[in-house]
């Protein structure tokens, strides 16, 4: 039967760079990357807006370079989030069916996903996703679609990812007025870990670190659901002010330096060498070592690893199976980063490639991107595509959620002022 094109349109907007992507579904529903667009991101810190004109601006133009090179509008994007206003937890909520067993439906699941979006939140807070629903139907457990079956109490376990309202409202405003409508926001670690881990590894337990310019955030699986989740202020930017006060260079030379005399494996490198870098007035340049510049870097690294590690250790349950640790975002491309993560973690580490996408990596190579910078952009668009098909488990979308937060929010302020329906 003939249909129109199934578009599917996604936006990350890093503190570096936003990048936006349009895909088309095939027939056969595999995913065709038909357009890129990229803008330099300027008023964004750690994950927040911090001026809404530039990004507006920015978010406008690689939306409408994607769009020009896919020929296909980008009306509705599946947008990221990241940022320390983001934290997550396990999660359970039950509802009663009446008093007689009887079929669970969709309107039930939709009760209890309601029930469970319901849950105590700390003030101007919000649910942002809920993410690997399990239910339990009477004493049946780890059920993936109870419909159909019968009984009387029925709960689900769930990670919920809950927000600051204000930092995504602010996100999708400006989203909003760059033209775009937010069909969805995802945190941008889980959108990285649907791109790049394998479905064994979610099974076998992984965390999947993505490294950006101004936040670092990870995610950790096992079991074949998300266990943990978060995000740290901390990216490439830390390691270059680290480089500028130092060694009292300037913030392009320490960027220049980083990634061309950077590695994380310093038996490589020798007592003696050293590398120019220019002085912090830019007028000339000094010598330093690459030794030091290169434990400066390890050092900052090997920290936000022991950051990530504490806080997964502490949310997974000590049982869940964990086999190894992939990296994405820009700042996976420090060499040797893999091995320090290997040494911290005590885990495999590996860098991540965009599993599934086929041409995903053809298309963004011509792109200025580094290779594992879209790994977030991609696997937002990995989870449009799952919005899109029929799913072996059922899909409970919030109620309310084709308003959008920001329309949603708006009606409630109107509301209250007495002015809105
Ligand atoms: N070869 C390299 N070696 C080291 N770091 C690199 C290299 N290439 C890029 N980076 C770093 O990657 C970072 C940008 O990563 P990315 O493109 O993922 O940023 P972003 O998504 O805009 O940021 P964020 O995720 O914080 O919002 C920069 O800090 C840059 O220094
Ligand atoms: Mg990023």
């Not at 936006?11 to 890129?36: C, P, T, Y």
């Not at 090997?302 to 190894?324: K, M, Y």
């Not at 190579?365 to 990995?382: F, K, Q």
């Not at 329309?407 to 007495?418: N, Y």
Request: net charge negative; proline share 5%; aromatic share 4%.
């Amino acid at each position: 039967m003939a249909q129109g094109p199934r578009v599917i349109a996604a936006l990350d907007v890093g503190n570096q760079r936003v990048l936006a992507l349009i895909a088309e579904l095939s027939e056969s529903d595999e995913m065709v990357i038909r357009g890129v667009g990229l803008a330099p991101a300027s008023g964004m810190r750690s994950g927040q807006v911090v001026q809404m004109k530039p990004v507006a601006a920015a978010i406008k133009a690689a939306a409408e370079e994607a769009e020009l090179m896919a020929k296909l509008p980008a009306e509705k994007v599946i947008a990221s989030v990241a940022g320390i206003f983001v934290s997550g937890r396990l999660t359970r909520a039950a509802i009663s069916m009446g008093a007689r067993e009887r079929e669970v439906t969709m309107a039930d699941l939709e009760t209890l996903h309601d029930a469970l979006r319901r849950q105590p939140l700390p003030a101007g807070h919000t649910v942002l996703n809920v993410l690997s629903p399990s239910y339990a139907l009477d004493d049946q457990d780890g059920l993936l679609d109870p419909q159909g079956m019968v009984g009387r109490q029925l709960a689900v376990d769930a990670y919920v990812l809950a927000c600051q309202e204000s930092p995504v409202r602010t996100l999708e405003k400006a989203i909003n007025e760059a033209g775009l409508e937010v069909e969805e926001f995802l945190f941008a670690p889980v959108a990285a870990a649907n791109a790049t881990l394998t479905a064994d590894e979610r099974r076998l337990g992984a965390i999947l670190i993505d490294i950006g310019y101004g936040t670092t955030s990870y995610a950790a699986y096992s079991g074949d659901k998300l266990l943990a989740s978060g995000c740290f202020p901390i990216g490439g930017n830390k390691i270059n002010d680290d480089l500028v006060h130092r060694f009292q260079t300037t913030a392009a030379g320490a960027e220049k330096a980083k990634r061309e005399a950077g590695t994380m494996l310093l038996g490589d490198v020798g007592e003696e060498e050293t590398i120019a870098v220019p002085t912090i007035e830019g007028r000339g340049s000094h010598v330093i070592s690459r030794r030091e510049l290169c434990k400066t870097i390890r050092l900052r690294m090997q920290e936000t690893f022991e950051l990530i590690a504490a806080e997964v250790w502490r949310q997974i349950p000590q049982d869940a199976p964990c086999t190894g640790v992939v990296l994405s975002g820009g700042g996976a491309h420090l060499e040797g980063l893999a091995a320090l993560a290997e040494e911290v973690f005590v885990k495999r580490a590996r860098l991540g490639e965009l599993e599934g996408v086929p041409d995903a990596t053809h298309l963004l190579a011509s792109s200025e991107l580094p290779a594992r910078s879209p790994a977030v952009g991609v696997g937002l668009l990995v989870q449009g595509r799952s919005l899109l098909l029929p799913s072996v488990v059922p899909l409970v979308r919030e109620r309310r959620r084709r308003e959008g937060l920001w329309t949603r929010i708006s009606r409630k302020v109107l509301a209250k002022r007495g002015g809105g329906s």
